[in-house]
């Protein structure tokens, strides 16, 4: 197996990453009152020094009142939050690197065990001053990450927080714009969104969205049942500005509709034309959910994804555990030190190394 198609330099715009491996964005919950630590700062540098592409960051939040679900997700607005975020990539393009903060709401995931000191108000239907807001907040940190000198930013449009709230239909039961029985009118919230943001960052500043079809409300959920939902889904977004769709699943080898072995970010790549990400499972053998059950897995090889990469099925790959454990993965890839790859232990998760 020859992994050069892993280590070859990717372009987009003004977007060029030395290998197509990404860091997928992990939360990590430990800025204080959401200000990224000195910690944090060496923790994304120790990735940058070590190969990795590009970095996505952990969920960061946008400023509206119930963003976030735990104290210690970092913020992206304010002077100190965004101060921290500017050592960040500081430090991340001393060491090589390219970066983009996760942009972040998550909708209403949370409950009173995440708060457990305050009140906490029920969730309700947002008002369309609420979504304007909310819109404008998103070009707002999507704007300061430019301006901090970010090389991308992506959206958090997965996982069932809240732009997935509106895309599903369980959870948008909306009558006005924002709401309908297409997955098309669903979209508009995310596709405001994408265009406040490319009006804010201008042509050039390359924005990814994470789309995913299961939600963390139900693992077997889809949004697009048939390749002809999913261009009704991705091809508003592309209109609207998307640059490159990153596309989630638990495991990159599940097809996504019958008859084709492509994933999702075969299809999105299909559908749109535009680069993709695929992530879920890369190196090892068991998926992340058993992670947060306390069980750790076994490495696994990538001769599978190197197949799909070299068949052009998509243009970068996300590795999240992986990196989580060894901030060296990517270099041990490279070198071929694949003896010395670890496997993934649960204890990891507490662990900023
Ligand atoms: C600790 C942890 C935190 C995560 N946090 C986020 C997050 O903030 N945003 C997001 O889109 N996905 C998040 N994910 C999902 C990962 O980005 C990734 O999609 C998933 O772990 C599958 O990749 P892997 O199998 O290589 O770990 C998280 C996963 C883990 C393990």
């Not at 000191?117 to 907040?137: G, N």
């Not at 901090?148 to 959870?171: K, P, S």
């Amino acid at each position: 197996m020859s992994i050069d198609a892993l280590f070859s330099p990717f372009s987009y715009k003004n977007l060029q990453l030395k290998n197509r491996v990404v860091m997928a964005p992990m939360t990590r919950a430990q800025s204080d009152n959401g200000v990224p630590t000195q910690q944090i700062v060496d923790y994304y540098a120790r990735r940058a020094a070590s190969e990795v592409g590009l970095i996505l960051s952990e969920g960061t939040v946008i400023n509206r009142p119930a963003s976030k679900n735990i104290q210690n997700i970092p913020d992206f607005y304010g002077t100190e939050a965004l101060n921290g975020w500017k050592n960040v990539i500081d430090a991340v393009h001393e060491n090589g690197g390219k970066m983009g903060p996760q942009i972040w709401h998550v909708g209403d995931t949370r409950s009173s065990e995440d708060y457990p000191l305050v009140e906490m108000e029920k969730a309700s239907t947002m008002t369309l001053e609420d979504i304007q807001d909310t819109i404008a907040q998103f070009a707002a940190s999507a704007k300061s990450a430019k301006d901090l000198g970010f090389d991308v930013v992506e959206i958090h449009g997965a996982h069932g927080y809240l732009i997935d709230q509106f895309f599903w239909e369980i959870t948008n039961t909306r009558t006005d714009e924002y709401g309908g029985k297409t997955l098309k009118e669903r979209s508009r919230f995310a596709v405001d969104i994408v265009k406040a943001i490319r009006a804010a960052v201008g042509e050039d500043f390359t924005i990814i969205i994470r789309l995913s079809q299961w939600k963390q409300q139900d693992y077997k959920s889809r949004l697009a049942a048939t390749p002809s939902e999913m261009e009704e889904w991705l091809l508003p977004l592309k209109e609207a500005g998307v640059d490159i769709f990153h596309c989630s699943q638990r495991r990159f080898w599940e097809p996504e509709f019958e008859g084709s072995d492509l994933n999702f970010a075969g299809w999105a790549k299909k559908i749109t034309g535009q680069p993709t990400i695929t992530v879920g499972s890369v190196g090892l053998e068991g998926d992340f959910m058993a992670a947060f059950a306390g069980q750790g897995t076994e490495k696994a090889d990538l001769s599978e994804l190197i197949r799909r990469l070299e068949r052009g099925d998509f243009d970068l790959v996300a590795v999240g555990r992986a990196l989580l454990q060894d901030p060296e993965w990517v270099k041990k890839v490279k070198e071929g030190n694949t003896d010395e790859l670890l496997n993934f232990s649960a204890e990891s998760l507490a662990v900023l190394y």
